[in-house]
Structures are given as C-alpha cells and as structure tokens.
C-alpha cells in the first residue's frame, strides 16, 4: 500500500492516490480474490478509481470500505488496484490508514494478506513543498 500526494488545490485541499498491489507468490493460480481497503472518516470518499472499479463502496461505521473482486491471480501476477481521495492539510494532523487485506482460495484452502499500515503525519504541505508528486511515509 503507498499513499501518493498528487497535488494541493486552494484553501489546502490535498489530492492523495491510494495503490494497493496485490501479488500471487504462490506456486498456483487463485481464485476469487477479494481486496478490501478502508478510508478513515476524517478524509472525503474516495473518487477516480484505477482500471479495477471497486465490487462495493459503501459507509461503516469507522469510514468507508471499498471491495474489489478479481475472479483469478495467475503465478506470479500481480494486479493494482487504486483510488483517489481528498484531504484538508490543516487538519490532517496524524491519520493511520489501515492495512489493505487480501483473500484468496486455493482449493480448499483459503490465504489472506495484508498491507502494512501508512501513516501520514505533519504538514503535507511542507513535506511536499514544490513536488509535483511526493510519496507519503513509505511503502511495503
């Protein structure tokens, strides 16, 4: 999961892109592979979704939660999946994105994995100053 500030628009709004991939390391295909991803409240539904268009956007109780549904990972593969969101700068603050998880079977057998956790923290404004794109506190 990384977490990209795309750019500020005025009265410090800040546009960030949320990419979460999602890769088979197993030896077989899998299939019916499902990636969920939250939004925290304090941060505006997510919009402009990446070419895999979310199964279910919809309002939890801690934020919004967002699904997407990819019928099958062949070996090796790797798929993308992506959104945007906006944020206000000045009350960013501290926010912790949760982890992304993905499930997938294997025959019977079922495998999750999950993102680690981002975290932005300060001023975007000023640890993104004069970058056109800036990436946000790491990325696994």
């Known amino acids: 999961k ?13 546009i960030m892109k949320v990419v979460v991939g999602v890769k088979n390391t197993s030896g077989h295909e899998l299939v019916g592979v499902s990636v969920v991803d ?12 990446g070419a895999h268009k979310p199964e279910h956007v919809k309002q939890v109780p801690d934020g919004i939660m967002i699904m997407w549904k990819i019928p099958h ?3 090796g593969e790797e798929v ?8 206000k700068m000045q009350l960013l603050g501290r926010i912790v994105l949760p982890r992304a998880v993905a499930k997938a079977m294997l025959g019977a057998k079922k495998f999750v994995g999950r993102s680690p956790v981002v975290t932005l923290k300060g001023s975007l404004e000023r640890a993104c ?3 056109p794109t800036c990436m946000l506190h790491g990325s696994a």
């Open 2 to 14: 990384r977490v990209l500030l795309m750019h500020t628009e005025q009265g410090g709004v800040g």
């Open 129 to 131: 100053a004069n970058k």
């Open 80 to 87: 993308m999946v992506s959104y945007k969101m906006a944020g």
């Open 73 to 75: 990972l062949k070996r």
């Open 38 to 49: 939250k939004v925290p409240r304090v941060l505006q539904s997510p919009t402009d979704f």
